[in-house]
């Protein structure tokens, strides 16, 4: 089995994930701090700008509407 440290803080978790009541975080603390970066909107995903696809939009169509 291998340990596994707190994302928050790094303290190593050893034993069960069972024998730890706020895992994955070692203590009520840094999961508070994980919810507080949560909620900041300090997690981020990463996203590319999209390219300017004109075949999928339907508001540049070459076509009338009457």
Not at 16 to 43: A, H, V
Not at 51 to 58: A, E, F, H, V
Request: charged letters at 25%; aromatic letters at 10%.
């Amino acid at each position: 089995m291998t340990d596994l440290s707190c994302p928050i803080c790094g303290t190593i978790l050893v034993g069960n994930w069972r024998d730890w009541p706020d895992f994955p975080f070692c203590s009520r603390r840094c999961r508070q701090i994980d919810l507080g970066r949560w909620l900041g909107e300090q997690y981020r995903i990463p996203v590319e700008p999209e390219l300017n696809n004109t075949k999928d939009d339907p508001t540049s169509s070459s076509e009338s509407v009457e």
